[in-house]
């Protein structure tokens, strides 16, 4: 038994070393191979380690509307939406102190953390009525209101929103990488819901 064991072990690293080999190969199987592999260590290894590491069951979102967009400088945005923000107890100068102040594009990567506090400016990504979570910028914290950057009002389900509702909050993005995703589902959306954020 042992010696059979010792035989297995001393062939593992030429076996090893072949299969490497094979995925290194240009044919359609060890492409297939390199997906599965490629697949298997992101759902079971990658998503889990992120998930439990940043303690939120969506560690990776990708941004899938305009709602987060802003079109041109941070000034010529906030020349168009003072009005609704400083009605909201907002100021310029706050805003400005707020994370990604600049807003999101449609197609980029967040990475989510459900570690720590919410306050004012974050933005949140949480459950609500639609079918998909919502990525908006927290305005109120009693009670937890959102509005979307690029929104000209804010939705019924950004109001009164619950704690157990939230998924997270936005602590970094990867600019345009969500697009390799994104465009497997643009053709089933509203026409003017495709495409790039004018």
């Known amino acids: 038994m042992i010696n059979s064991l010792n035989k297995i072990m001393l062939k593992f690293p030429s076996k090893l070393k072949k299969f490497w080999v094979f995925l290194k190969e240009d044919t359609w ?18 998503f889990p380690f992120l998930s439990w590491t940043f303690s939120t069951p969506l560690p990776l979102v990708v941004v899938e509307s305009c709602s987060m967009y802003h079109q041109d400088s941070f000034d010529s945005w906030w020349t168009r939406n003072e009005v609704w923000y ?7 100068e706050d805003f400005q102190k707020f994370p990604f102040k600049n807003g999101l594009n449609k197609g980029d990567i967040v990475l989510v953390s459900g570690r720590g506090t919410y306050k ?21 914290i009693d009670p937890y209101d959102t509005k979307g950057d690029n929104n000209f009002a804010q939705l019924t389900g950004e109001l009164n929103i619950e704690t157990d509702q ?16 994104l465009i497997f589902f643009e053709a ?10 004018k």
């Open 120 to 140: 004012q400016g974050d933005i949140l990504i949480f459950n609500s009525q639609y079918k998909y979570p919502l990525i908006h910028r927290l305005v109120r």
């Open 86 to 92: 400083e009605e909201h107890g907002m100021k310029k």
């Open 29 to 46: 199987q060890s492409w297939i191979v390199s997906l599965v592999i490629a697949f298997i260590l992101i759902k079971f290894i990658f």
């Open 166 to 181: 939230f998924i997270g909050k936005s602590i970094g993005r990867v600019p345009g990488l969500g697009w390799i995703k």
């Open 188 to 197: 089933a959306k509203p026409k003017d819901q495709r495409g790039f954020c």
